[in-house]
């Protein structure tokens, strides 16, 4: 009840001068004579009194001539005298006497006052009404620390967004809501019950505002008299007249007289927005959630204020494309608003990119609860630890505490109750909580060896390369790979060297102990065979060759025109043979499977011992025997006059052989002491032709293994929820704190399952990041489409009376096809029933 006091009763309005006379007081002093007229005691001073009230009763307005003739009749006591008011008479308020619509600035006290209800019915009992005449009624409204009479309501013109020339006037108070002003429209446009409406508000400047909020109040919303309320009515096919969404089809007619089978209905992918199109889908197939949406459930329950929320936008904008894909008017439809919305509260979703699935679906699970959630102020609330009390205690006050912040639709359909269990690894302490959660994220068993193709090239030049496939440790050593492959080989782990070869030239060579989670599934290794003992002393030299061919040069650049072709090689050179000569003739035998005999030509040379010693052609030799300096060879001096010659015949080089940097595109001298000196073999374009085999080159031949595909073996959905209750020990980055040794630990932890859902969202975590790599596990999950049972994973006591059902059937699934780089997400969804606990 509230007690309307005359003292605290303010004149005029809350607008300042705007609003002046807007309002009229709520108490108002009569004379003894209006008391002893309605037959109140001495003691009561008026109904502008303390006075117990309900919902505030209205008030009327009386002329106050009229009020003050009646008032002296009142006073005299005579009831044959002439100021006998007559009729309650209140033509001097209204503009007219057709409209009846009250005049603009009236005064209160001098051109009216304000009666209660009950007062006005004594009044008009005793003297009537003049005829025709309306009672002008008033609301009484609840203000800060005060009441007023609204003498003036606010006048609106509605009208519907297909006939905006034909207006109706309609009053309201300040404290009705909006949704009295969407009633009072669909009554005067006589709207079919089952039909949705929505209302807009048109501003001065000619733009439209959606008014949302259905329960905020006119006063609230600041709609003033003369504004206009459009109301908007939502097309059979689910869209809204104002934001018709683009469809696949171009004529609009065929599209709205297309029907077929509600909730069968495609999405259009805009650009890469499939993982967004197949979570909606799945979700979209839920029947609960979408019975609620369908039947606008939702609109009694979106809530505004949240800060947690969008303010309704993402509900509406998931309601509205529910509605277009479950009206039967539409083969497929374009979900832009949606796809904006989602973007605007989600930055990550910006932009046409592929994204995860989950990730989109767990955004907008939360962004529905927190649109729909029925609480509307969260109270803080202290979690608490079990501290030795009962299982079934903790779990009902942590599930109530849940509720009295998160109450919608979301938890009621998918929110179950996880139980953990920490456990310090030093005192023993043991800590239990209880977690609500809204979908299962599993993991997936992941086998400890990963098969790794490779090439394997010898030294044999013979040979052809092979390609193996071995199965080696994940967590393993490049040594490993090398024990692997000398099984199938023959040739032991310590004459290999592995590299990883990418646009015809080494990218990395490995040492052995290098880890092979280096090495990506997709990178190309080769492994080489090489000689033995490099270690020791006088041991071979491994040279690393590529292959280029070279162009004529202009102008003088000796680069230009250097292309490097074909697979590099790991040579193994004597150190007896290093010479540029001895180089040339090792590189041609290892090459002699590939390439052609050159031909011989016939040369002119000094005479033996009649001149300096004999020089290689430019790039074939560099030295007399020594090392190679692996600097630019020397030119051939010219010949020396008057000296004796003789005729021979000799092979006509094919390549020429140069110091090159690591990336073989540059030739440089080696450095003093490098480790690792990089050659190239130069072919002229016109030799290459005609000596060089591309084909023999690129052959290969596959070993035995290639042939054995190793089948992965499925598992089942159940061992991944073993895998997901298996106890494990936290990581160093997420420590646990214990209250009892006070310092952070490596604590053992434990999570249950309490409690299930109506419908249960399972999530396969297949995506598996390290520091050095990321991964999609490509396991093959089975499943049951029928009788999904978890009655042996739910640690809950179940009463013998009533078992808690624990059975799921199948209603979809969203797979997603390829790699982390690419791929496509696709859904089925609706095919058997909807997940829920069955007995």
């Given at each position: ?82 100021s ?65 009479v ?25 404290v009705?809501?909006i ?7 669909r ?85 890469n ?12 197939n ?28 993402i ?8 509605k ?44 529905l ?18 501290a ?49 959660f809204?979908y ?23 040979r ?30 310590e004459q ?13 060579l ?27 002393p ?89 090392p ?16 004796p ?26 450095l ?34 290639m ?37 952070h ?62 059975k ?32």
């Amino acid at each position: 009840m509230v007690r309307v006091r005359a003292a605290r009763v303010e004149q005029g309005g809350l607008g300042g001068k705007r609003e002046q006379g807007a309002w009229g007081s709520v108490g108002m002093r009569l004379n003894s004579a209006l008391d002893v007229a309605l037959g109140r005691g001495a003691g009561t001073r008026g109904w502008g009194a303390e006075q117990q009230l309900g919902p505030s009763p209205p008030r009327y307005l009386l002329e106050n001539h009229w009020y003050q003739q009646w008032k002296e009749y009142v006073e005299s006591g005579d009831q044959n005298s002439s100021s006998f008011p007559g009729h309650i008479n209140n033509s001097e308020l209204f503009e007219d006497l057709e409209s009846f619509r009250l005049k603009e600035r009236l005064v209160e006290s001098e051109e009216y006052v304000l009666v209660p209800e009950d007062v006005w019915n004594k009044l008009v009992s005793w003297y009537g009404l003049e005829h025709d005449q309306p009672p002008i009624e008033r609301k009484v409204v609840e203000l800060p620390s005060t009441q007023k009479v609204e003498v003036y309501p606010v006048e609106l013109y509605l009208c519907q967004h297909n006939d905006m020339d034909s207006p109706v006037t309609a009053q309201f108070s300040r404290v009705d809501t909006i949704d009295a002003v969407l009633q009072e429209a669909r009554r005067q446009f006589e709207v079919p019950p089952e039909d949705e409406t929505r209302v807009w508000v048109k501003n001065s400047d000619g733009s439209c505002e959606r008014l949302r909020n259905i329960h905020m109040t006119v006063l609230d919303a600041c709609l003033s008299t003369g504004q206009v309320v459009i109301m908007e009515t939502r097309n059979k096919d689910g869209t809204w007249p104002s934001s018709r969404p683009h469809v696949m089809r171009n004529s609009v007619e065929d599209e709205e007289l297309y029907r077929g089978q509600p909730g069968v209905c495609g999405l259009t992918n805009l650009g890469n927005t499939c993982f967004m199109n197949s979570a909606f889908q799945c979700l979209s197939n839920v029947p609960p959630l979408t019975e609620y949406f369908l039947n606008n459930h939702y609109l009694g329950e979106l809530n505004f204020s949240n800060p947690l929320g969008m303010k309704g936008e993402i509900a509406e904008a998931y309601a509205d494309l529910v509605k277009q894909a479950w009206s039967g008017h539409h083969r497929a439809i374009v979900p832009r608003m949606f796809k904006t919305k989602v973007g605007h509260f989600a930055s990550q979703f910006l932009g046409y990119q592929q994204h995860d699935a989950q990730e989109l679906l767990s955004f907008l699970l939360d962004g529905l609860h927190e649109d729909l959630n029925r609480v509307k102020r969260k109270e803080y609330v202290e979690l608490r630890d079990a501290a030795g009390r009962p299982d079934e205690e903790v779990a009902e006050e942590a599930w109530r505490n849940h509720k009295r912040r998160n109450d919608s639709i979301i938890v009621d359909i998918f929110h179950g109750l996880f139980k953990s269990t920490l456990v310090c690894p030093a005192c023993g302490k043991v800590s239990v909580t209880f977690d609500p959660f809204c979908y299962l994220s599993v993991p997936l068993p992941v086998s400890q060896e990963r098969a790794m193709e490779l090439f394997f090239v010898y030294m044999d030049p013979s040979r052809k390369p092979q390609q193996h496939r071995v199965v080696v440790p994940k967590a393993g050593k490049v040594l490993d790979l090398c024990l692997a492959l000398a099984k199938h080989t023959g040739v032991p782990a310590e004459q290999m060297m592995v590299a990883d070869v990418f646009s015809h030239r080494f990218y990395k060579l490995y040492q052995v102990d290098e880890a092979l989670s280096c090495i990506l599934d997709r990178d190309d290794i080769f492994v080489y065979e090489v000689a033995g003992g490099l270690a020791e002393p006088g041991g071979a030299l491994v040279l690393p060759v590529y292959l280029r061919e070279r162009a004529p040069p202009r102008d003088g650049d000796p680069g230009y025109g250097v292309v490097l072709f074909g697979h590099p090689l790991l040579v193994s050179v004597p150190r007896s043979q290093l010479s540029w000569d001895a180089l040339y003739g090792l590189l041609l035998e290892r090459l002699s499977s590939m390439t052609l005999p050159p031909p011989q030509v016939d040369e002119e040379e000094e005479a033996p011992g009649e001149g300096p010693a004999s020089q290689a052609e430019e790039g074939s030799s560099g030295g007399s025997g020594g090392p190679p300096t692996l600097s630019p060879p020397q030119a051939t001096p010219p010949p020396t006059a008057n000296r004796p010659k003789r005729k021979c015949r000799r092979r006509r080089p094919l390549f020429t052989v140069r110091p090159v940097n690591a990336n073989g595109t540059s030739e440089r001298p080696a450095l003093p002491g490098e480790a690792q000196p990089y050659i190239a073999i130069d072919w002229d374009s016109d030799m290459k032709k005609r000596y060089y085999d591309e084909e023999e080159a690129e052959g290969y031949v596959k070993h035995e293994c290639m042939g054995h595909v190793q089948r992965r073996q499925p598992v089942k959905l159940r061992e991944c929820v073993e895998l997901f209750t298996t106890v494990e020990t936290l990581e160093e980055e997420n420590p646990w704190y214990c209250p009892t040794c006070k310092r952070h630990q490596l604590a053992t932890k434990k999570l249950d399952l309490w409690a299930l859902p109506e419908v249960l969202i399972i999530h396969l975590k297949r995506f598996s990041y390290t520091r050095l790599a990321r991964e999609k596990l490509d396991t093959l999950v089975e499943f049951p489409i029928r009788d999904l049972d978890f009655s042996d994973f739910i640690i809950k006591p179940r009463a013998d009376v009533a078992p808690a059902p624990h059975k799921y059937d199948l209603i979809a699934v969203s797979n997603h096809y390829g790699s982390l780089r690419d791929g496509h997400c696709m859904q089925g969804a609706g095919a058997v029933g909807w997940l829920g606990g069955r007995g």
